[in-house]
């Protein structure tokens, strides 16, 4: 069993940066491929990024390609997403799970709100 808890969360302008952090318990966080999804208010959870269970393959949504950037750090069993040039259409709820989801993992998400 892994519980997630997602922070970093916050209001930012248009075009400024914001660096999320999934913090994992449970001792096989580190053989899990992990995935940053989020939901906007009247959509649908969408996928952002994956990284596998070594850190060495990531994909993401051709949204965000080239703006942010999925990592971990296994020994702090912490996931990151770092969101640069952000624009007002990233506005959501972020959330961490593993990859492919599992039901019972989701978290309360960080809210992430970007201005014009």
């Known amino acids: 069993q892994v519980q997630l808890v997602e922070s970093g969360g916050g209001l930012v302008q248009a075009g400024g940066s914001l660096r999320l952090s999934c913090a994992a318990s449970g001792r096989t966080f580190s053989s899990y491929a992990m995935g940053w999804f989020r939901q906007a208010p009247g959509k649908e959870r969408e996928f952002v990024a994956t990284?596998?269970?070594?850190?060495?393959?990531?994909d993401y949504a051709d949204s965000v390609k080239g703006r942010f950037t999925i990592s971990r750090d296994n020994a702090k069993n912490t996931v990151y997403l770092q969101m640069n040039s952000l624009k007002p259409e990233d506005t959501a709820v972020y959330y961490c799970?593993?990859?492919?989801?599992?039901?019972?993992?989701w978290g309360q998400g960080t809210q992430v709100t970007v201005s014009s």
């Open positions: 990284i596998s269970w070594s850190g060495g393959s990531t």
């Open positions: 799970n593993t990859n492919p989801t599992r039901k019972n993992y």
